[in-house]
T-cell receptor, first 114, second 113 residues
Framework: AQTVTQSQPEMSVQEAETVTLSCTYD???????LFWYKQPPSRQMILVIR??????QNATENRFSVNFQKAAKSFSLKISDSQLGDTAMYFC???????????FGSGTQLTVLP | NAGVTQTPKFRILKIGQSMTLQCAQD?????MYWYRQDPGMGLKLIYY???????DKGEVPNGYNVSRSTTEDFPLRLELAAPSQTSVYFC????????????FGPGTRLTVL
């Protein structure tokens, strides 16, 4: 079974600074997809970024980028120029190419301080 | 487009009562999902569907039932509610498969007393 581990239950960062959230996963498959979802206090789940395992290039979306280390099974999220609106719970999620369901990590609560 | 809608937003049930959580999407997505989120935890899959008439169990299906008679609707039924089912329930949908983005509804907060 696949597992996703987020070892940082809580983090904080000063506004305008950069922060990195960690995620590791365990799988024996070679074809899979990784996601970071954001859940602000409104509770709405929002996709932040998506990475396909077969792509060597790290995904980027504006201020959000990932460091995908396939051999180490690591998928960290970097948030640059942090904004107050980035305060949220961040979930790492995994799905293998043959599966039909996402596996979520336990989340990291990020607080951006003014 | 409304995206994924869920009703109700909040509900309090007594032990042993039953209820149906409604979920609808207007994006013509084939895949739909029900998750539960317990405090401080990630989401766990209850049931999912890959199209009308097809449903399958997820990680935590006990105490729940689903049906998928149309592409748009995917209701979740709780029979004989128990305190362990106190949680926030999310419905989600995706177009072709779980490998693509899942769009989530706003959630239903359910308390069983």
């Amino acid at each position: 079974a696949q597992t996703v581990t987020q070892s940082q239950p809580e983090m904080s960062v000063q506004e305008a600074e950069t922060v990195t959230l960690s995620c590791t996963y365990d799988t024996s498959e070679n074809n899979y997809y990784l996601f970071w979802y954001k859940q602000p206090p409104s509770r709405q789940m929002i996709l932040v970024i998506r990475q396909e395992a077969y792509k060597q290039q790290n995904a980027t979306e504006n201020r959000f980028s990932v460091n995908f280390q396939k051999a180490a099974k690591s998928f960290s999220l970097k948030i640059s120029d942090s904004q107050l609106g980035d305060t949220a719970m961040y979930f790492c999620a995994f799905i293998s190419g043959s599966a039909r369901q996402l596996t979520f990590g336990s989340g990291t609560q990020l607080t951006v301080l003014p | 487009n409304a995206g994924v809608t869920q009703t109700p937003k909040f509900r309090i049930l007594k032990i042993g009562q039953s209820m149906t959580l409604q979920c609808a999407q207007d994006m013509n997505h084939n895949y739909m999902y029900w998750y539960r989120q317990d405090p401080g935890m990630g989401l766990k899959l209850i049931y999912y569907s890959v199209g009308a008439g097809i449903t399958d169990k997820g990680e935590v299906p006990n105490g729940y039932n689903v049906s998928r008679s149309t592409t748009e609707d995917f209701p979740l039924r709780l029979e004989l509610a128990a305190p362990s089912q106190t949680s926030v329930y999310f419905c989600a949908s995706s177009g072709t498969s779980g490998r693509n983005e899942q769009f989530f509804g706003p959630g239903t907060r359910l308390t069983v007393l």
